[in-house]
């Protein structure tokens, strides 16, 4: 039996599959339910090499669906589905993972798609800043006309996520995000240390997040994980708003015959009911870190309070930074 983590992206393939392939959609839905279950598959199964510990399953019509083995465990994160193009798509571009360890929470690193690839791939001058080094000071003062890719990082940084010490000169005047030069680094890069090179990509083509992320990890605040180990499992479960999993599969059963996947992010666990039934005698506050599921919780009990007051004049609000959320909500 092996748990089964969603992620939010598989939930937008799900939706189109839904839509235009149903008898795919069904044959999907059952392998989700097998794997929780311990049910063995009748669903083809095939190896891939371009992620870690990859498992792939062929579905009908050229569809297929891509999961990622965690490390020492019978988890599976389930990555990818659709056909061929848009898969390929998908393992080209997912990079591993990224740990916060202040918050305990897992992302996703990958190549920015088409759609979502900043026009100048450069770092913005909006990063938020860091302390400069005498050496990257005397670097942008030497460089006054040209606004180096990796011009945010420093010897220290790029030999902190691998880059053999021949190459960081190279990488650090590079100022032409598509040049040659700089494919030609990132290749070497990725000769001595693949991960290095993922970094460097992701960062060079990424949105501000992205870069944000890199520079975090090669500050040694965050940690680069190609692939998921048993022990990042509680990351896995405490990151409630990208990776989503069900205790029961009945659970999972129930969200995939209904296909209202809009209600993961207002997914209620059940160690959560008591907060949203119980009674306070005044106000009360929650805490957590950022993601275990506070504003769901506040929305649950929002619902039971409001659903108590039909029929009277009286409402209930509801307030939240989160757009999204509050679109669901309403």
């Given at each position: 039996?092996?748990?089964?983590?969603?992620?939010?992206?598989?939930?937008?393939?799900?939706?189109?599959?839904?839509?235009?392939?149903?008898?795919?959609?069904?044959?999907?839905?059952?392998l989700l339910v097998e794997l929780e279950t311990g049910v063995p598959t009748v669903v083809d199964r095939r190896a891939?090499?371009?992620?870690?510990?990859?498992?792939?399953?062929?579905?009908?019509?050229?569809?297929?669906?891509?999961?990622?083995?965690?490390?020492?465990?019978?988890?599976?994160?389930?990555?990818?589905?659709?056909?061929?193009?848009?898969?390929?798509?998908?393992?080209?571009?997912?990079?591993?993972w990224v740990f916060d360890p202040a918050t305990g929470r897992m992302k996703e690193m990958r190549l920015a798609a088409?759609?979502?690839?900043?026009?100048?791939?450069?770092?913005?001058?909006?990063?938020?800043?860091?302390?400069?080094?005498?050496?990257?000071?005397?670097?942008?003062i030497s460089s006054e006309a040209r606004m180096a890719v990796f011009r945010l990082f420093d010897d220290a940084m790029?030999?902190?996520?691998?880059?053999?010490?021949?190459?960081?000169?190279?990488?650090?005047?590079?100022?032409?995000?598509?040049?040659?030069?700089?494919?030609?680094?990132?290749?070497?890069?990725?000769?001595?240390?693949?991960?290095?090179?993922?970094?460097?990509?992701?960062?060079?083509?990424?949105?501000?997040?992205?870069?944000?992320?890199?520079?975090?990890?090669?500050?040694?605040?965050?940690?680069?994980?190609?692939?998921?180990?048993?022990?990042?499992?509680?990351?896995?479960?405490?990151?409630?708003?990208?990776?989503?999993?069900?205790?029961?599969?009945?659970?999972?059963?129930?969200?995939?015959?209904?296909?209202?996947?809009?209600?993961?992010?207002?997914?209620?666990?059940?160690?959560?009911?008591?907060?949203?039934?119980?009674?306070?005698?005044?106000?009360?506050?929650?805490?957590?870190?950022?993601?275990?599921?506070?504003?769901?919780?506040?929305?649950?009990?929002?619902?039971?309070?409001?659903?108590?007051?039909?029929?009277?004049?009286?409402?209930?609000?509801?307030?939240?930074?989160?757009?999204?959320?509050?679109?669901?909500?309403?």
């Open positions: 039996m092996a748990k089964v983590y969603l992620r939010p992206s598989f939930q937008k393939d799900l939706l189109g599959l839904r839509a235009n392939h149903r008898v795919n959609y069904n044959k999907l839905c059952a891939e090499t371009r992620i870690e510990h990859c498992v792939k399953y062929e579905l009908q019509d050229g569809y297929r669906v891509v999961f990622q083995k965690v490390e020492g465990s019978e988890a599976l994160v389930a990555l990818c589905v659709g056909k061929h193009d848009h898969v390929d798509g998908f393992l080209d571009s997912h990079k591993g088409v759609d979502e690839a900043t026009v100048n791939v450069v770092a913005s001058n909006t990063l938020a800043p860091r302390i400069p080094t005498e050496e990257s000071m005397k670097r942008v790029l030999r902190g996520i691998g880059v053999p010490p021949a190459l960081v000169e190279g990488l650090l005047n590079v100022d032409d995000p598509n040049s040659t030069q700089l494919m030609l680094l990132l290749q070497q890069v990725a000769n001595d240390n693949q991960g290095a090179a993922d970094l460097l990509v992701s960062y060079a083509t990424g949105d501000r997040e992205t870069q944000d992320a890199v520079l975090a990890v090669a500050r040694g605040e965050r940690t680069y994980n190609p692939q998921l180990a048993h022990a990042d499992e509680a990351a896995l479960k405490a990151t409630t708003d990208e990776f989503i999993s069900f205790d029961d599969p009945k659970e999972m059963e129930e969200v995939l015959d209904t296909g209202k996947f809009e209600q993961w992010q207002l997914f209620l666990h059940p160690d959560q009911t008591q907060l949203v039934c119980r009674r306070f005698d005044g106000p009360a506050r929650i805490r957590g870190i950022s993601g275990s599921g506070k504003t769901v919780v506040a929305l649950h009990r929002a619902r039971r309070q409001a659903k108590a007051l039909l029929g009277t004049n009286r409402r209930i609000l509801f307030t939240t930074f989160n757009r999204a959320l509050a679109k669901y909500a309403g």
